[in-house]
């Protein structure tokens, strides 16, 4: 079980809904990587933990933080990578929760 992600607009509603796998979670917050020195992303690093919330700022830093951290990513994760990414990047998005198990 991932991560699940859930997008809503500027009036509160959910426009979206996806599914970070627990394997990207794993690619992204490996021991040996600097996911530390990213401060929105490393709200995520804990996934039994996370019930984070991310709005207008900190979901521009969040962003900012994972196209940054792209070059960690291994090839074969990296379409995935990106697919979260491009989710967060909704022009009608105003708000996403994020929560794990």
Do not use: A, P
């Amino acid at each position: 079980m991932g991560f699940d992600v859930v997008l809503y607009n500027q009036e509160g509603s959910e426009i979206g809904f996806y599914e970070m796998r627990e394997s990207l979670h794993n690619e992204i917050f490996n021991s040996k990587k600097l996911w530390r020195s990213y401060l929105e992303l490393r709200r995520l690093s804990d996934f039994y933990l996370t019930n984070e919330t991310f709005s207008g700022e900190k979901i521009s830093n969040l962003i900012t933080d994972l196209n940054n951290y792209k070059v960690f990513i291994s090839v074969n994760k990296l379409n995935e990578f990106e697919e979260f990414i491009k989710q967060l990047s909704s022009s009608n998005l105003d708000k996403v929760h994020i929560t794990g198990d």
